[in-house]
């Protein structure tokens, strides 16, 4: 049995036919209860062996960067707030003043499609999982309990179901404050990549070590195409120049992240400016074609094993022969695009 990134808190193991019950949060009667990033704490348990978890004979229990409210019935070694064991956990002591209080809201609607337990300021549980894991990465969730927009990870994962959210519920790869996670924020992170300390998020640290390097890439790409807000549909459009341009590089991968913004299939969009679409960058853009009327079509799917601005293969080739881009009034459609 497995409990992964949730709360379990307010509970009572309450009596069965007048005879009082263990184990107020979890009874673990047999087999193996693997805890990760969990909080079990603030249950009632009649008997006062294990308010929270409780382990029966021959039982297993494997926690690891969680927060046990007592290790009442467990069989767990207390580690204290501020003294984690082996394993990233805080285990609380079997007495009331050793005890961990999670700082828990109340059951309530903190956004999302249920109803949650929100960390209050100064509880333990904020910023205390492993600080090596990314959302969306090696089966981390990309979201809390709540879904889309609350991201999962806020610079150094919490323990439990929910997620304390950056200010102004800010999306960590939301690299120029825009209110989504889009192209324009990977132009942000490819600007500041390789800076060492001092680093802030409009640079692109989306982990908030102060350095900007892949693991701020892996939040961008964890989180591309989120929008805490419903946009209005929009399609962009871009139609090949008479003649090549010249044009700086910086457009270039603007174009380039223009293009990637667009749902993961074909649709034609346009740029800023005319772009020579041979020297696009090929961070996001690629399969490229070129229909009757002379549109350039892109596929906006991203190429993860190639980011760092290598030339995509495109069918059919169009290179700088076949001109620029020239930039088209947008226009609003029916068919459910993303707005970028």
């Known amino acids: ?28 009667a047999t087999g193996k209860l693997e805890v990760v990033h969990s909080i079990i704490a603030e249950n009632e348990d009649p008997t006062g062996v294990g308010t929270d978890l409780t382990g029966y004979l021959g039982s297993v229990l494997d926690v690891r960067h969680s927060l046990i409210g007592t290790n009442l ?44 337990h929100a960390l209050l300021p100064g509880s333990p549980a904020i910023d205390a999982g492993d600080p090596s894991l990314v959302q969306g990465m090696r089966g981390v969730p990309e979201f809390d309990q709540r879904g889309a927009p609350y991201g999962r990870v806020a610079g150094r994962i919490d323990i439990g179901a929910f997620e304390v959210q950056p200010p102004g519920g800010m999306l960590r790869g939301d690299f120029d404050g825009d209110a989504d996670t889009d192209g324009f924020d990977f132009l942000a992170w490819q600007r500041g990549f390789g800076r060492i300390g001092g680093a802030l998020r409009p640079d692109g640290d989306g982990t908030d070590d102060g350095d900007v390097d892949n693991n701020d890439e892996a939040v961008w790409e964890a989180t591309f195409g989120t929008h805490p807000l419903p946009l209005p549909p929009v399609v962009q459009r871009y139609r090949i120049a008479s003649s090549p341009t010249s044009v700086a590089r910086e457009q270039l991968i603007d174009a380039a992240i223009a293009v990637a913004t667009l749902p993961d299939r074909l649709q034609t969009v346009r740029s800023a400016a005319p772009l020579n679409i041979a020297e696009l960058s090929a961070e996001l853009a ?29 069918t059919p080739p169009v290179d700088a022969a076949d001109g620029g881009f020239e930039q088209l009034a947008p226009e609003m459609l029916d068919e459910g695009f993303s707005q970028f």
């Open 1 to 28: 049995m497995r409990l992964h990134y949730s709360t379990v808190t307010d509970n009572s193991s309450g009596t069965l036919e007048d005879a009082p019950g263990s184990g107020g949060g979890i009874f673990l």
């Open 73 to 116: 019935g467990t069989g767990l070694t207390p580690a204290p707030v501020g003294s984690p064991d082996a394993n990233g956990n805080l285990i609380g002591g079997s007495t009331a003043s050793k005890r961990i209080n999670p700082l828990l809201g109340p059951l309530a609607d903190n956004g999302g499609p249920t109803k949650t």
């Open 286 to 314: 690629r399969h490229v074609e070129v229909s009757n009327e002379r549109w350039i079509r892109v596929d906006a799917r991203r190429n993860s094993e190639d980011p760092w601005g290598r030339r995509a293969e495109r």
